[in-house]
């Protein structure tokens, strides 16, 4: 058989032109999941694969699924894909790199009028990044079942919209019954996201493994006060609530001796005036790790200690 190879030129291209939806000034990519931008890429890519052949099939929470029959449609499908939704700041090639190799392997076989045994199926998974919506890896995970589409579909985003009024609004709430499709193999191409390849001068790698990540919702309550004539020992915020959990979160790193990487994220203090003490802080700490056993051990450390902490605070 002859070696067949894709058009790479082609690739670029289909990369490019994705990317300038929602192209921000820096040379990245702002696309939300289940914006109209996010709508606006989903229909550039369901016309490509139409005009390529393919049917297109959309579930109940979204996921795109772009199929080129094969000799025996009976058989699973071999599937590929990623997502095509971006972080805030996102870049040109994360998840869309997945998507657009996928798509650019039917071209080729179409090109070179190549049949399969099995279909082909690339997919476009909902919300993976979770930017908008919580939690990451949505649509996948409504599809494996690790999530329930009823509930999923009530998530909402900061300005109150559902996941359910998002996908109406874009034309992409789909009717085919979610986690229903055989999956016969799964390959995903994906940017490493890292310096680590570069550094090494070696092209490509294998992922052999994953972080678990884990994120708290926190919310901290005291008494609003005006910050002038209230001394600090007699405030109820007596410091800042963000600042007294990471004093807690870097002592709970200590206590449980993981090497972990934390944040907080999405603070918001209320009310929020220059010379008062704010009455409530919510925020999320996030925690990642290579191993579940410690990512585990870190959720207990951190809800007991988030309860000692309520309860000494209510006790006052």
Known sequence: MTAVSI?????WQSLMELARIGATDKGGVRRLALTSL??????????WCRQAGCSIAIDGIGNIFARRAGCDNALPPIVTGSHIDTQPSGG?????????SGLEVIRTLNDHKIETQAPIEVVVWTNEEGSRFTPVMMGSGVFAGAFSL???LLRADLEGITVSRALNQIGYAGTEQTGSRPVGAYFEAHIEQGPILEDMRVVIGVVVGALGLRWYDITVCGEDAHAGPTPMRLSKMRCSPLQRWSQRSTRLHIAINLTVAARSDSCKSSPIRATSFPARCDFRWICVM????RLT????RCRRRASDWRRRQTSH
């Open 7 to 11: 058009d790479p030129e082609r690739l």
């Open 38 to 47: 996010d709508g606006e890429a989903r229909d550039l890519f369901t016309r």
């Open 92 to 100: 040109k090639f994360d998840g869309n790199y997945g998507v657009m």
């Open 150 to 152: 009823e509930s999923t």
């Open 290 to 293: 290579h191993r579940m056993q």
């Open 297 to 300: 051990a870190c959720k207990a």
